[in-house]
């Protein structure tokens, strides 16, 4: 017969026993220990093997509850599953699910690649994360986070109108999904067929100044410019030179060898993924005549400084990075016209278009890598000859563009 409430209730095994066993049917029994506490085990047979499994404490499972647990079991062994491997394959998958969460694999992929990235960029990544994915699906196994899913959490994203951010993160969304993927925590990557779910971003390039007349008159007017001369030279060194506004403007003297007029930009401050900075060559630019001219005609007012452009608030840190941008605006040149690092597009696109200056050279002294034979030479230091004479040509050609001579293409020497 099979045991009531109260027949569990009044149950006991006396002191001189290990155990007492009471039988409720079918493999079910009630095992009653000295102490008093009383647990449910299920009796069965799989693979030749008597076996047991556990079924929970009384009073927290009743009888019944108990038996409903047993007949669970039995029609996993009727189907040809050991119950008793099945829990435990469960309870591994449970825990999984606890520590695969969609946070933690984020994590563990940023902390397994944040050693090889720019410490800005790593901080940026986990940051955007933290703030506009993890509030919404970070606590979800990662096995459970559907295209549907991270759709709805990036359309939060795109509405508030940032659309290049929702694009930005379903990028790193996948990035954790494929991590996922490799340390078994997930099979597929839901931010690969949202690409197009998302709103199209319209490419827009930084605005620089193109045409050679448009040149000269940038030009006329950086010579005219009637505020701090210190900003003053940094636009025309920004034009003489088209290096990165940040590397402009965080010049320090100590980069700066007036007599071999060269500048040279520690690999640490160029824009490079961390092992770069660590191991990576400097960046050499040579300095036309009129460049070694504007710099040494402003070590007087900077030269006892770290800076090259010292903030116009403290000399212990270097020019604000809006400065160049808002004396721009002074001169007539908005965000849409001329920005500082349009510098460097207005360098590179006339001289290829009206000095024949071969490309190659130039993306090396625009520090953008090796793209092609000639890239890879010219990225070294011993070939600084072919450098010297376009920083010269360059120099001469905005001379002659602020001066208002007749445009004509020409070779270089």
């Not at 660590?278 to 040494?296: D, Q, S, T, W, Y």
């Not at 605006?329 to 460097?344: A, E, I, Q, S």
């Not at 207005?346 to 009206?354: D, I, K, P, Y």
Request: proline letters at 6%.
């Amino acid at each position: 017969m099979p045991l009531t409430d109260l027949e569990c209730k009044n149950a006991a095994c006396p002191p001189e026993l290990k155990r007492v066993r009471l039988a409720d049917g079918q493999g079910l029994y009630l095992e009653v220990a000295p102490a008093g506490s009383k647990r449910w085990f299920w009796k069965y047979y799989f693979g030749g093997k008597e076996k047991r499994l556990a079924l929970g404490s009384y009073p927290d499972t009743a009888p019944k509850a108990a038996r409903l647990k047993r007949d669970e079991a039995r029609l996993l062994q009727q189907a040809g599953s050991d119950p008793a491997q099945e829990r435990i394959v469960a309870k591994l998958q449970r825990k999984a699910a606890s520590v695969n969460t969609f946070e933690a694999v984020a994590r563990d992929f940023h902390q397994l690649k944040a050693s090889g990235w720019s410490d800005h960029y790593a901080e940026r990544w986990l940051a955007r994360l933290e703030k506009d994915v993890l509030p919404w699906i970070g606590k979800l196994p990662i096995v459970d986070v559907k295209a549907p899913l991270l759709l709805s959490t990036l359309r939060r994203v795109e509405g508030r109108g940032v659309k290049e951010l929702a694009h930005s993160l379903r990028e790193a969304c996948g990035q954790v999904f494929k991590h996922g993927n490799s340390i078994g925590a997930c099979e597929h990557n839901p931010a690969a067929t949202l690409g197009g779910a998302l709103k199209p971003v319209a490419t827009k390039h930084m605005a620089a100044v193109l045409e050679p007349k448009a040149a000269g008159d940038l030009m006329r007017a950086i010579y005219g410019y009637e505020g701090q001369p210190s900003t003053r030279t940094a636009l025309e060194l920004s034009a003489l030179i088209f290096q990165r506004p940040g590397n402009v403007r965080a010049m320090e003297w100590a980069w700066v060898d007036l007599d071999s007029a060269m500048l040279t930009i520690p690999a640490d401050s160029m824009k490079r993924i961390k092992a770069g900075k660590i191991n990576g060559r400097p960046h050499f630019v040579p300095l036309a005549p009129r460049a070694v001219e504007l710099l040494k005609d402003l070590q007087p007012l900077t030269g006892h400084g770290r800076f090259v452009f010292p903030s116009l608030l403290t000399g212990e840190r270097a020019m604000s990075d809006n400065t160049l941008r808002t004396a721009l605006r002074r001169m007539g040149f908005d965000n849409d016209t001329m920005t500082p690092h349009g510098f460097r597009a207005m360098a590179r696109t006339l001289m290829v278009e009206r000095l024949n200056v071969h490309p190659d050279v130039i993306e090396a002294q625009l520090a953008h890598g090796k793209s092609g034979p000639l890239g890879m030479a010219y990225d070294r230091a011993e070939f600084m000859e072919q450098r010297r004479q376009m920083m010269d040509l360059w120099a001469d050609y905005l001379q002659r563009l602020a001066q208002g001579a007749e445009i004509v293409p020409f070779k270089a020497a």
